[in-house]
């Protein structure tokens, strides 16, 4: 098959890198892709916010299979595009992809399937949302409606903090997604992340994993698109997993279907394990970064095959298989992540981290000025490693992030740290 992966961060160089290795693989194509990208895929000149130009692409060099990593392009409807023009894609379409696109349509599909979440409210007036959050109190969650690069959530603990963040989001920091605001009750427990692929009907569950949102060691700092991540999360157990597709994952395929927007893509629930049971914090759809990472890396069966399955329906007849050692990424971040930071900086010792047993450096925001690689965005490299416990795949990762050599950027020091508590 020929391939288009559409996507430059390090959820698409972990895909690149799965997909190239399927036997059904014979020419792999990525746009806008980045340096890494570039060692598994032809990148090509495709803009690929223009459904038009990317059809266009696919007829010219018969794609078989296009795979959208990205939010963005999911929640615009590119999807909708390929299927009209006849191309397959994995992905769903524009009002399947809402459940991300929008957290008050997935906290209304929460209140109607019954699906436990935590209690929110809806504000699209920056009076009413500040007397609301003022009349509740802190800690409490405030949340741009809208996409916003991992970043449009703040955990409130202070309600000069929720204030804030209301105000940032009706004041245009987040553009578009602030225009609506969802404010929500805090929840307490361990959060986890929870992956399923779905055709529609079916759900098949692939693994679980656990991030880290915040910047700085100890979880202080502000939220980011995820400093790392490990898999599998040993707060899932399998009667977590169990209580997760039949209250969760399952209750909102069978809504999506009633609505008449089946979901078909990659599923991926925010959890939020508390002392009564597993509750949705929110809805991706697409694989989750830095979480691919690991999923990838873990991943014994072959991609393509079940992105196949996902498009035509058959998921009742597969199953997935994982390797049973942990996987474990460290996120290397440009100074000043996630506010200002500078690009263009150049790192060297990549390679060398990369030739190590059980190691793989995916890139994120890299490019290439033909010998040297350069920081091109705020999360920058994924330094992932196996290993047969948390700790020995914390241990690994580490020893790759030391041969690295970038003055210029951070990692943070300790992720996977609940898991090595728990080993201990």
């Not at 959060?191 to 569950?205: Q, Y």
């Not at 949102?213 to 202080?220: I, P």
């Not at 597969?318 to 996120?331: F, I, K, N, Q, Y």
Request: net charge negative; glycine share 10%; proline share 5%.
């Amino acid at each position: 098959m020929n391939i288009f992966l559409i996507g430059s961060g390090g959820r698409e160089h972990a895909l690149a890198w799965a997909i190239a290795a399927s036997p059904l693989t014979t020419r792999l194509y990525a746009a806008p892709a980045n340096a890494g990208i570039a060692e598994e895929a032809q990148p090509v000149k495709v803009d690929v916010s223009d459904p038009e130009a990317v059809i266009a692409f696919c007829r010219e060099n018969a794609i078989d299979l296009v795979v959208v990593g990205p939010e963005g392009p999911l929640v615009a409807g590119l999807v909708d595009h390929l299927a009209a023009a006849g191309i397959r894609a994995f992905g769903p379409g524009r009002a399947a992809a809402q459940l991300e696109g929008s957290k008050g349509y997935t906290k209304d599909l929460c209140a109607e399937a019954g699906i436990p979440t935590a209690a929110y409210r809806r504000f699209t007036d920056r009076d009413a949302a500040l007397a609301h959050v003022r009349a509740t109190g802190a800690p409490i969650v405030v949340k741009a409606d809208g996409i916003a690069a991992g970043k449009g959530v703040v955990v409130a603990m202070t309600l000069a903090e929720a204030e804030d963040a209301i105000r940032a989001c009706f004041d245009g920091s987040f553009g578009a997604a602030g225009a609506e605001v969802v404010v929500e009750e805090f929840m307490t427990g361990e959060e986890a992340s929870f992956f399923v692929l779905s055709d529609g009907r079916t759900a098949l569950p692939l693994a679980t994993a656990q991030d880290h949102k915040r910047v700085f060691d100890g979880d202080e700092g502000p939220n980011t698109g995820g400093m790392g991540a490990y898999s599998p999360a040993p707060v899932m157990t399998p009667e977590m997993v169990a209580r997760t597709m039949a209250e969760i994952i399952q209750p909102t395929i069978d809504a999506m279907a009633r609505r008449g927007t089946p979901f078909r893509g990659v599923l991926f629930a925010g959890l939020m394990i508390t002392d009564t049971g597993p509750r949705l914090i929110e809805y991706n759809t697409r694989f989750g970064d830095p979480e691919c990472q690991v999923l990838m890396m873990r991943l014994k069966d072959d991609i393509v095959t079940l992105m196949l399955a996902t498009i035509d329906g058959t998921l009742d007849k597969m199953s997935v298989r994982w390797r049973d050692e942990v996987a474990l990424t460290v996120v290397l971040a440009a100074n000043g992540y996630p506010g200002d930071y500078a690009k263009g900086t150049e790192i060297r010792g990549i390679a060398g981290a990369d030739a190590l047993e059980d190691v793989k450096v995916f890139h994120a925001g890299t490019t290439s000025d033909g010998t040297r690689i350069l920081a091109n965005g705020g999360r920058v490299l994924n330094v992932t490693a196996l290993g047969r416990s948390v700790a020995e795949a914390q241990a690994r990762a580490y020893a790759a992030v030391d041969k690295i050599d970038w003055p210029d950027g951070f990692c943070r020091r300790d992720i996977g740290w609940r898991a090595i508590a728990r080993e201990t």
